[in-house]
């Protein structure tokens, strides 16, 4: 290689790097790159248009869905494609969406993270999923 090749070769990877330190450690529960939404949220300015990991229970109605934690008491809206989610992971949205499933159904996503959209009636935090990783309902 050339000595400037190599010189942003090396800037590069180094940049990359630092970007990927933070989505890497491993969090509350042992998982490298799984947040809770209280994660998520407290740290929302860190995590800016990075595509992250994120853990929580449905919460749904008509017009919106997301995911929530007890712990803080916060939710994270996350919007997706239903034809590119497996259907298991659908099917409890909407049983979550017509009230039909009283348990928990809890869900690991992956998407970008954006920390503050425009709606309605004002700012929210949303994450894009590009995945379903994990999703079942669970006894309380």
Known sequence: ????TTAVFLVAAFWSNLGLSAQTKPQHNGK????????LL??????EGRVVT?????IA?????AIAEDACGRAVVIRYDVKAQPEAFVEGVEAKRGL???????????????ARVRGSFGYFSRVEVSRALEYKFVQD
Do not use: I, W
Not at 1 to 4: A, E, F, I, S
Not at 42 to 47: G, V
């Open 61 to 65: 109605d008509m017009h919106s869905t």
């Open 1 to 4: 290689m050339k000595p400037l």
């Open 100 to 114: 039909m499933d009283k348990r928990p159904f809890v869900v690991t996503v992956m998407g970008r993270f954006k």
């Open 54 to 58: 994120v853990r929580g229970r449905v």
């Open 32 to 39: 490298p790159n799984t947040l809770s939404v209280c994660e």
């Open 42 to 47: 407290e740290h929302a300015k860190q995590y």
